[in-house]
């Protein structure tokens, strides 16, 4: 069974700060792996998504990054900003699994100024 | 181009009432999910389905729970007699045919159980 797991659970950093969130999963059949953000109260935002066969995705100041074989994705955010403030959530969709994403319990993210 | 809409935002319910939360895809997707966030937990896979058909249900509880996505008209995931447990957010998400398509969600609907 895929088990997904997000280090830290929450996060607080000032304005400016280059900062990693970190995603691991315990099967490596994966067909790609999707970056969501998720603000209180509302629903997902899809940030980036990554196939297997890939080894970054880069939108604007973010990057993810994607080791399938170790089982980690890391979420990279350059120059943050109060704006960035959310929940942020990996999902991976397994080989075998139909269409069906598992999700972290997600990084709770606080920019402060 | 309208991104996936869900209704109501807001659901209030008494125990054993019944809950019917509508989904309504992105133009041009023909897959739909539903997802269950319960608090402090993260979501859950319910159950897929494409037009008039369930692919996978493996999410979805046994009892009181059913979800439909007729020819015509918005995704319908329904929730009989519903009990104080049931209470989360629950969320929508469409895509295009295709195993590698990105899920696109809706704000979700907040059920709460009185």
């Known amino acids: 069974k895929q088990e997904v797991t997000q280090i830290p659970a929450a996060l607080s950093v000032p304005e400016g700060e280059n900062l990693v969130l970190n995603c691991s999963f315990t099967?490596?059949?994966?067909?790609?792996l999707q970056w969501f953000r998720q603000d209180p109260g509302k629903g997902l935002t899809s940030l980036l998504l990554i196939q297997s066969s890939q080894r970054e995705q880069t939108s604007g100041r973010l990057n993810a990054s994607l080791d399938k074989s170790s089982g980690r994705s890391t979420l990279y955010i350059a120059a943050s900003q109060p704006g960035d403030s959310a929940t942020y959530l990996c999902a991976v969709k397994i080989t075998g699994g139909g269409n069906k994403l598992t999700f972290g319990t997600g990084t709770q993210l606080k920019v402060e100024l | 181009n309208a991104g996936v809409m869900q209704n109501p935002r807001h659901l209030v319910r008494r125990r054993g009432q019944e809950a019917r939360l509508r989904c309504s895809p992105m133009?041009?997707?023909?897959?739909v999910y539903w997802y269950r966030q319960l608090p402090e937990e993260g979501l859950k896979f319910m159950v897929y389905?494409?037009?008039?058909?369930?692919?996978?249900e493996s999410g979805m509880p046994k009892e009181r729970f059913s979800a439909e996505f007729p020819k015509e008209g918005p995704s319908i995931l329904r929730i009989q007699q519903v009990v104080r447990g049931d209470s989360a957010a629950y969320f929508c998400?469409?895509?295009?045919?295709?195993?590698?398509?990105?899920?696109?969600f809706g704000s979700g609907t907040q059920l709460s159980v009185l």
């Open positions: 133009k041009g997707h023909s897959h």
């Open positions: 998400a469409s895509s295009r045919a295709g195993i590698n398509e990105k899920l696109f």
């Open positions: 389905l494409q037009k008039e058909n369930i692919i996978d």
């Open positions: 099967d490596s059949a994966i067909y790609n």
